[in-house]
């Protein structure tokens, strides 16, 4: 896939809401933080993304995370 086809395909997803299942200790909270952190980075604002997780546990968690990749 050309290096144009990547960046329409990566625009084009998130574009939609996303989703994601998997099971314990599979790094669901690891995603959620790379992909929220990225859309920061690209000009979203913290007001335009939702990441809603299962347990409180997780979501501290990735609160947690994403302090520390932004200090």
Do not use: P
Request: proline share 0%.
């Amino acid at each position: 896939m050309s290096d144009e086809r990547e960046r329409q395909a990566a625009i084009a997803e998130r574009e939609h809401n996303q989703l994601l299942a998997a099971g314990a200790g599979s790094g669901k909270t690891t995603v959620l933080v790379d992909r929220y952190l990225s859309l920061l980075e690209d000009g979203c604002g913290v007001t335009e993304v939702v990441a809603v997780t299962f347990t409180e546990k997780a979501a501290a968690e990735m609160k947690v995370r994403v302090r520390e990749k932004c200090d």
